[in-house]
């Protein structure tokens, strides 16, 4: 392909298949008396593996043939816990729970069956899961208890909709748990219950928090060693950390910031209560994380603060524990010194690039509509005063971008291309309200944050806005299409697995997303005029510009039939429109081949329409 505006000398290319290989991530991480595991997916083998630090070295526990990954929630998370002597993990292909020892014998089969279970937890011999059964008609969820040495279940808390983290007291004798009922999503209004030990099992549970007037959102319980109960809690505003006191359920000191995510994803754990005055803890600060210890006598010392997002948090009695990720390495497994601060990195944070080919995150903060949006600006890469723009619109829509080290980003900022990677209204990191923005009007406050975006970039003289693209997966992909429907911003765009009629999400969705178009949309039968107003498939013909699609054929959450019907739209309106489908991908690609074809594809795509001699967009 001859060279255009918007690429760079081919010598100095990262290509598609480098970013991709740079695409090694780290989902869980466990501190036990045997050492630290993790959990570690690599796009050359699309398998999550169980890994063992002994000895300064690493060593991969997970055999051919098992991968650890939970389906719970079709999303997973807590896909293994330590037990007294090895592992419990969840194999992918069966969602079953298997054992392990650390001699190297093969996993063991501890259950069989249909059930999936997710958000393991171990104590005192016995398994504690958040457990999904599905029936022809129905779908449930329950706490339950799985016995290592027989496998016997019991159940520990069954009737509302959702469960998790089931948490017990180091000394048995308390049960706590996070829970929540439709049509609520656990980033909107969940409960904190516990239960006490009797001679005859559980006592009747007890609500410590999230039934007042007020919803509040709740996440990660922790106990201390007295028993007395902590969790994080939006109540004011932030996730923030909360626990019993001498005055009852109490807000601790904290900076007034998110402390966690949207919990998508069980077993997150971005806090640890030490005890009645001290913590650790992440949080943010502009969408950058940091990590510090919180007490009564020094209120904040801040750590590894060469990174900045941190996951995954645990703790011995000499190190910190975390999956952290800065602006110029991979997603690393780290240990910090408890006494020096010393920072060690164990695995990952590889620099794929020299540091001086590396483009660095700027923060945004920009007015869009009634409000303000922000994100992150990422520089060309070849010096052009005026590059290209791509605009990246991330998932969920309760997600948020991270101002870290993506190596798909770099791939374009190669290329000549700038980026703007967008926390649009209804992200988390900024707060509750924040949040909430989105409520009742996704497909205008994301859309109007991607549009003004390329405005606000373009009078700073950063950008061309008259060659601006616009890319997103999911319901990034929904963001995007409809903003090429209903806008005239962009040059191009790709959707990658997007909605494009949300009406068919609805019908297809599953139990965990149930409600959740109703609250970004509403009703779909009292709203119905305002589904069709915001329905790219029924206004394909508004969409003047190419538009490329990557859809898995295995996808369940976006059917391939949609994307189907979407490209054909474009192609009858004689709009340029590819179309990539992939036999073997469901929602979100995890195949090496895959992921390096469509980025290399969407780029061609792009380039092609840089080329093209038509009046821009603007």
């Known amino acids: 392909m001859n060279e255009t505006r918007g690429s760079s000398p081919k010598a100095e290319r990262f290509t598609a298949e480098q970013a991709v290989a740079a695409g090694t991530d780290f989902a869980e991480l466990r501190v036990g008396q045997q050492g630290l595991f993790w959990n570690e997916f690599r796009p050359q083998d699309a398998a999550c593996r169980i890994w063992w630090w002994r000895n300064g070295q690493a060593h991969c526990l997970t055999p051919d043939g098992f991968s650890a990954r939970s389906r719970v929630y079709e999303y997973g998370g807590g896909s293994f816990c330590l037990s007294d002597d090895g592992l419990v993990f969840v194999n992918e292909s069966d969602q079953q729970l298997y054992t392990q020892v650390l001699d190297g014998a093969a996993p063991v089969a501890l259950t069989q069956g249909t059930r999936r279970y997710g958000d393991l937890q171990y104590a005192s011999g016995q398994v504690l899961s958040v457990e999904e059964t599905h029936a022809p008609d129905s779908v449930e969820h329950r706490l339950v208890a799985i016995a290592l040495h027989d496998g016997e279940r019991k159940v520990l808390a069954e009737g509302a909709d959702f469960y998790a983290a089931p948490t017990l007291s180091d000394d048995g004798q308390r049960l706590a748990w996070i829970e929540w009922s439709r049509p609520e999503q656990p980033w909107t209004a969940t409960r904190l219950l516990c239960a006490e030990r009797s001679a005859d099992g559980w006592g009747t549970p007890r609500c410590i928090a999230g039934d007042g007037g007020l919803p509040e959102s709740l996440q990660q319980p922790r106990f201390i060693s007295d028993n007395r109960l902590y969790c994080l809690s939006d109540r004011n505003g932030f996730w923030q950390p909360w626990g019993e006191g001498s005055s009852g359920w109490s807000a601790l000191p904290a900076a007034s910031a998110d402390h966690a995510g949207a919990p998508w994803q069980l077993g997150a754990s971005t806090w640890l209560a030490l005890n009645e005055t001290e913590y650790l803890a992440t949080w943010f600060e502009d969408g950058f994380s940091r990590l510090g210890l919180h007490g009564a006598d020094n209120p904040v010392d801040c750590l590894a603060e060469d990174f900045n997002r941190f996951r995954c948090l645990d703790l011995d009695q000499q190190h910190v524990y975390a999956i952290a990720a800065s602006p ?207 329905t790219p498939l029924l206004h394909a013909a508004n969409i003047k510009v190419p538009v490329i699609f990557f859809q898995g054929e295995l996808d369940a959450v976006v059917v391939p039939e949609q994307t189907r019907s979407m490209l054909q739209a474009l192609k009858d309106n004689g709009i340029p429109a590819e179309g990539h489908f992939y036999a073997n991908e469901r929602h979100g690609f995890r195949t090496a081949a895959n992921l390096a074809h469509a980025l290399e594809h969407e780029w061609q795509f792009y380039s092609k329409a840089l080329l093209q001699e038509s009046a821009p967009p603007l």
């Open 328 to 534: 110029t390495r991979t997603p690393a497994v780290i240990a910090i010194d408890r006494h020096s601060g010393q920072v060690e990195i164990l695995a990952g944070g590889i620099m794929p690039l020299p540091s001086e080919r590396i483009s660095r995150p700027q923060p945004l903060c920009y007015p869009s509509g009634d409000g303000q949006a922000h994100g992150f600006f990422y520089p060309s890469m070849d010096g052009q005063a005026r590059p290209p723009l791509v605009v990246f619109i991330h998932g969920g829509p309760t997600s948020a971008c991270f101002p870290v080290l993506d190596p798909r980003i770099q791939y374009w900022t190669q290329r000549g291309f700038a980026v703007a990677d967008l926390n649009y209204r209804g992200s988390t990191s900024y707060g509750r309200a924040y949040r909430q923005a989105l409520h009742l009007r996704w497909g205008e406050v994301d859309v109007e944050d991607a549009c003004a975006v390329v405005a606000h970039l373009a009078e700073r003289g950063l950008i061309d806005p008259q060659q601006a693209f616009i890319r997103g997966g999911s319901a990034g992909g929904y963001t995007t299409l409809c903003a090429l429907a209903f806008h005239h911003v962009f040059r191009a765009g790709a959707s990658l697995y997007g909605v494009s009629d949300p009406l068919a999400l609805t019908r297809a969705t599953h139990k965990f997303e149930g409600d959740y178009l109703d609250w970004l949309i509403g009703d779909p039968e009292r709203d119905a005029e305002r589904y069709h107003a915001r």
